[in-house]
């Protein structure tokens, strides 16, 4: 029998690029729902799945990483209900995502900017000492693997937020053209039953 999760998260989860990677690991997972951030600096997730599914994509959403830090996970469980067909990111208004987009971007580029200069250091590092020119370029191949590596992972998460970003503004976009649609139609009415109201009008005192 599938089950929904509803989970209410605490920490360092907003402008940090938490809700593309809960969504990454959901679709990794097959589970279904969605996550949203709420007022209150917290993030909201609703799943549903199998239970065992549920019990390790919780696990999987309390990331303790450079630039999120999951605090806190309240839980409450429930029967699902069938109705999300995958799992998304709710979002806001556009102004309020750019924001959150440009505050998790510029996190990472910040952090970019130590690496970069980490990697420098190490290759002036093995110029300081000739001697041990030999332990240095081992030292520096290290840190140039977990260095380039920690690179790759940022570029993956910065990709994710602008794609997330660009989403949220199509999302936005469709909406605003629904609505000038509805409002296109309501005047339409109104005028056609202005219309209506003047030739009854003219009709009665005629007669």
Same mark, same amino acid.
């Given at each position: ?34 996550? $949203?951030?709420?007022?209150?600096? $917290? ?89 041990a020119v030999g332990q240095k370029v081992d030292t520096l191949t290290e840190h140039t693997d977990a260095h380039?590596?920690?690179? $790759? ?12 970003m660009n989403e949220s503004s199509q999302i936005m976009q469709r909406e605003f053209i629904r609505t000038r649609? $509805? ?25």
């Open positions: 029998m599938k089950l929904r999760y509803t989970i209410r998260i605490t920490g360092d989860v907003q402008s940090a690029g938490y809700r593309a990677a809960v969504q990454r690991i959901a679709r990794g997972m097959k589970v279904t729902g969605y996550v $949203e951030n709420l007022e209150d600096s $917290e993030v909201k997730v609703v799943a549903e799945g199998e239970k065992a599914a549920l019990e390790d994509f919780r696990k999987a959403i309390r990331i303790r990483a450079e630039h999120i830090r999951v605090e806190g996970m309240r839980t409450r469980k429930g029967k699902a209900t069938g109705e999300f067909k995958g799992f998304r990111v709710n979002v806001t208004d556009i102004a309020s995502e750019m924001f959150q987009g440009y505050a998790t971007a510029e996190k990472y580029f910040s952090s970019l900017g130590g690496d970069v200069k980490a990697l420098g250091g190490d290759v002036r590092a093995v110029g300081g000492d000739v001697r380039f590596a920690s690179l $790759e992972e940022k570029y993956h998460m910065i990709s994710e937020i602008l794609r997330s649609e $509805e409002l296109s139609r309501v005047v339409d009415s109104l005028v056609t039953l202005v219309r209506e109201g003047r030739g009854g009008k003219e009709a009665r005192d005629v007669a």
